[in-house]
């Protein structure tokens, strides 16, 4: 990886860490969506990366926000998404490049079409969901993840729409990620998948992501919890993008 790349790589890693901090989420969708566009590195050991990534914001989110962490939606949501998580992993090895295209489509315009929704009422429900919507959108977050390395986008929609306290949101859904991200990662060593010589340089993007979430917690923006709502729709809306853009170009190609 030559020092332009690295850079690139730094900035992006920090900006990602910065907004996955603020809203709990984002973190994929900003470094994936940036390495694609700069070509710094191949997609499967982006992919890899975010994993590793995911995994130190969490930790030092955590260290001192655990107690934020929604218990009971926690637990609905992290079992069936770690196990779906593992079934979209094989059912990955099973499709064909079209079929995964075609998922790719349909969820993103889903996704994009629930953000537009959200943006235009940003306040949250007046009573919690029932146990079993978590449940659901855990396992369909869990096989988004298992998929295509992009769990975020039904949790952030489901979790932002409850009555929570923004705290408690971005708490929970950090603590979701990062225990994918731990069960993805692992997952692709025991797999001999994961990726060698030149990729490990890309882990010098750790200390932009311990900086940048540091900077998140200690100086956040002075941002009102609508407007937040907000930021957290919009980027929910680019995910969703990110998804059907390249399905649709690459299904339009082979067509």
Known sequence: MDPVNIVALLLLAGLAAYMQTLTGFALGLIMMGGIALASIMPINEAAILVSFLTIINAVQVLAKGWRDIA????????????????????????????SVNWLKLVLGIFIVISSIQLLMKPTPLEKRSSAGSFVFFGSLAGLMGGLFSTAGPPLVYHLYRQPLRLAVIRETLVAIFGLNALL????????????????????????????????ARRFPPPLSPVALRRLAFVLLFLSGASLVIPAFFTLVAVN
């Open 71 to 98: 218990k009971r939606e926690f637990t609905l949501i992290i079992i069936p998404s770690l196990f779906f998580l593992l079934v979209g992993y094989w059912l990955l090895g099973l499709l064909l490049g079209s």
């Open 184 to 215: 993805r990662l692992g997952t692709v060593t025991f797999t001999g998948q994961m990726p060698s010589g030149g990729f490990w340089w890309s882990l010098l993007a750790i200390p932009a992501v311990i900086m940048c979430t540091y900077l």
